[in-house]
């Protein structure tokens, strides 16, 4: 059927505004259902995928006797089972104390049961098995920072670096780390000029706290009025 210029006006009936709303909510609501259709599938499957992980999980892997105790862990720190997942990844360690996977899991297990000081001989037993692995200098890092270690923690990052300079997250951790640390450092601090203020920040030239009538931010650096009108010049 044409819509708009009309072949004949005594054969078709004139189209209404009505008609042309309906055709065009038509395929509105056919879009919206096949969206809606593809969504919940997504949703049944991901929803399967983890009664399924839980299950196998629960049995301790009756249900999948070829699955070694490396493999069941992982899968239960994917289903967001600790607990479960630190039982099977000891097993692993102790089954198979020369593979290293199974400590790195371990340590990310127990990181996040903030079982920070475990964390850490995991990862270094990890380190020893096979040294020079970034993604576990970078963990271990990551459970030095939260165990309040943050000089431990920076010669990780540092590590992971020097082995692959391309790490974006090492990168990023590092920045993160410094720029914390430059923020305690100088929250204790008063303004140079203004010894009643408390400094925001430190000026990237002289070294003297701010405050933050004082700061002044150039190329996303800080500074203090003076430098920044010397380097303004
Ligand atoms: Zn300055
Ligand atoms: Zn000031």
């Excluded at 708009?4 to 709303?21: A, D, F, N, T």
């Excluded at 090492?170 to 008063?190: G, R």
Aim: glycine fraction near 6%; aromatic fraction near 8%.
């Amino acid at each position: 059927m044409r819509f708009g210029k009309r072949e004949c006006c005594y054969q078709v009936p004139p189209i209404s505004l009505h008609m042309r709303w309906s055709q065009e909510t038509a395929l509105v609501i056919d879009t919206l259902t096949k969206t809606l259709y593809i969504r919940i599938n997504q949703l049944l499957i991901l929803w399967y995928r983890d009664k399924l992980l839980g299950y196998y999980c629960q049995q301790g892997g009756a249900a999948m006797p070829a699955q070694s105790p490396l493999q069941l862990g992982i899968e239960c720190l994917k289903a967001g089972k600790i607990d479960e997942a630190i039982e099977h990844l000891e097993r692993a360690t102790a089954e198979s104390p020369q593979d290293p996977q199974g400590f790195n899991y371990l340590g990310v297990a127990y990181s996040l049961k903030q079982q920070y000081n475990r964390a850490v001989g995991a990862f270094q037993a990890a380190l020893r098995l096979r040294p020079n692995v970034p993604s576990v200098h970078y963990n271990l890092g990551l459970a030095y920072q939260a165990d309040g270690l943050p000089d431990m923690a920076r010669e990780q990052f540092e590590h992971a670096l020097k082995i692959d300079p391309a790490y974006k997250k090492a990168e990023d951790a590092l920045a993160a780390l410094n720029s914390q640390l430059k923020k305690d450092d100088y929250s204790e601090m008063a303004c140079a000029r203004h010894t009643d203020e408390p400094a925001v920040g430190i000026c990237t030239f002289c070294h003297l706290p701010v405050c933050s009538e004082c700061r002044r931010i150039l190329d996303g650096h800080v500074y203090c009025v003076s430098c920044a009108e010397k380097i303004g010049r």
